[in-house]
């Protein structure tokens, strides 16, 4: 497992890449050395009145091994705060944290779903299989190009305006595809439908699962989720999203 550092990272810079969404880079001299796909930071506000670290996933790792780039959408007033720093300022960060997604060397699904698309981007650098990257947007698209690098994509919004009119799963049945692994991140309703198609078809599942977090290392129990097994640290079928998690292999977890 990577080794966590504290570090204060550096904003190279931000930039508003969709109504509410930023693309920000940080350079960690450190931190980005132990970084994979599917981890996430911890990112501290400078407004005292907000005690709790954000956690923001990982989407990009640089090639200097000395950067990271983070896609978060304004949620609260932690992101807000972090949308309204400039390049050149500094901000406390933690990582990297959790586990992320394994390396299979299988014909793959590479699906993102919302805010859940960008931690899919590293994955899709780190695969060398064949890749079939499905996103799934509620109205505008973001991201798109970054993609479009890596391997072949289909689209599919809620309103029709881009791709397939409805979810993933209508992208993958329209378009006819086939894979053997499916790496996911995304609202837990698509999810719950591709832990389902999974089953259904016979193939490996990977989610990475979205809990609130107080400390991302595991010591608050704040954001378990039900497992299927015992968990050898609390003793029930609970499994901490930050410590065990973010990504689960699907049948580990009930959601």
Known sequence: MAQKRREEALILQKNEIAPGIFDCWLRVDELAKEAGPGQFLMLSCKDGSRLLPRPISICEIGEDKRSLRLVFRVAGEGTKELSQMEAGERIAAL??????????ERAAFLIGGGIGIPPILELSKRLSCKKQIVLGFRDEAFLLEDFKKQGDVYVATEDGSLGVKGTVLDAIAAHGLEADVIYACGPLPMLRALKEYAAQHGMECYVSLEE????????CLGCVCQSKDV???????NKRVCKEGPVFEAGEVEF
């Open 95 to 104: 990582g990297p944290l959790g586990n992320g997604f394994p390396l299979k």
């Open 212 to 219: 609130r977090m107080a400390c991302g290392i595991g010591a």
């Open 231 to 237: 968990d050898a640290h609390t003793n029930v079928r």
